[in-house]
């Protein structure tokens, strides 16, 4: 999405929401924040912030609860999920 961000978010937005979760995949074990999963997101924010008109950009997410078949992890664990990693995003952009 970082690619292609400019074609479908306008300059002049004054609000952005932006709904990453339901194709993201979990931590990976790597590195936090230094690896191929979450430095296209946190690329793709700090893009929409240097918009002209400095909008407000907004993070939703949908908690992936039920993901134990996909992902090989147990169901409702915070930390193993990429909602942890959001919140610290969106916590340090504010």
């Known amino acids: 999405m970082s690619v292609c961000y400019n074609v479908h978010v306008p300059k002049t937005a004054d609000i952005i929401l932006v709904e990453y979760s339901l194709n993201d995949v979990p931590n990976t074990g790597d590195i936090p924040f230094d690896n191929s999963v979450r430095r296209p997101f946190e690329r793709l924010l700090r893009k929409l912030l240097s918009y002209p008109n400095k ?9 992936t609860w039920f993901q134990k078949q996909v992902f090989q992890r147990p169901d409702g664990l915070y930390y193993t999920g990429s909602d942890r990693e959001f919140h610290e995003l969106a916590t340090y952009y504010q």
């Open 55 to 63: 909008p407000a950009v907004l993070l939703l997410n949908a908690y």
